[in-house]
């Protein structure tokens, strides 16, 4: 089964406006930790924002929020204020297990953000 | 995260002959995580090594591929006799101690192969 589900391949969006990047998950682990990346045309991977399951508030990095809603297993990335630079294919990605034990992550299959001028 | 280092960042080699890429921790750390990411795709766990220990190698196919991380240098991701399926941006994540928070979550530029 699926860990972790982007269902949006590709998305366009107005510069200036805001976007939501939906991510879905499966664990039964009561531990876990969500990640999001930004990856370019140049191909690097570039961490976004990371909410750990137990964090009681939304997790917030600049213009990147997480809307983490953990009954409903998800966890979409909301970009404000959309810019040019923005374009690229974004992951959402998950890791699972107690926080003394290491585990790997789990990625996404991405969505293509493309933002119009 | 410029930290984790990886050489080369673009290798082309012929099928048959081997890929060796390297991947040089962030300072301190003594985990390494290698991921392979074919084009178009997510990327997708391939080992998960300590220094000297393989710790978890579900990822990795079966044959042609190994990888080491040795008590000195980088970690090693190898590949034997490539093929043109092997194609591929591999990358590389280190971390310092088991854990689950973010400060893991750096990657290496990664090594895009390219196998004629």
């Known amino acids: 089964a699926q860990k972790i589900t982007q269902t949006q391949p590709g998305m366009f969006v107005q510069e200036k406006e805001a976007v939501t990047l939906d991510c879905t998950y499966d664990?039964?682990?009561?531990?876990?930790?969500l990640f999001w990346y930004k990856q370019p045309s140049s191909g690097e991977m570039i961490f976004l924002i990371y909410?750990?399951?137990?964090?009681?508030q939304n997790a917030t990095e600049g213009r990147y929020s997480l809307n983490f809603q953990k009954a409903r297993k998800s966890a979409n990335l909301v970009i404000s204020a959309s810019q040019l630079g923005d374009s690229a294919m974004y992951f959402c990605a998950m890791r699972e297990g107690e926080a003394s034990s290491a585990s790997k992550i789990i990625f996404g299959s991405g969505t293509r953000l493309s933002i119009r001028p | 995260n410029a930290g984790v280092m990886q050489n080369p960042r673009h290798l082309v080699r012929r099928r048959g002959q081997e890929a060796r890429l390297r991947c040089s921790p962030m300072?301190?750390?003594?985990?390494v995580y290698w991921y392979r990411q074919l084009p178009e795709e997510g990327l997708k766990f391939m080992v998960y090594?300590?220094?000297?220990?393989?710790?978890?190698e579900s990822g990795m196919p079966k044959e042609r591929f190994s990888a080491e991380f040795p008590k000195e240098g980088p970690s090693i991701l190898r590949i034997q006799q490539v093929v043109r399926g092997d194609s591929a941006a591999y990358f590389c994540?280190?971390?310092?101690?088991?854990?689950?928070?973010?400060?893991?979550?750096?990657f290496g530029q990664g090594t895009r192969l390219t196998v004629v």
């Open positions: 664990t039964s682990d009561p531990s876990y930790g």
């Open positions: 300072k301190g750390h003594s985990h």
């Open positions: 909410q750990g399951s137990y964090d009681q």
């Open positions: 994540a280190s971390s310092r101690t088991l854990s689950l928070g973010p400060a893991e979550a750096f």
């Open positions: 090594l300590q220094k000297e220990n393989i710790i978890d």
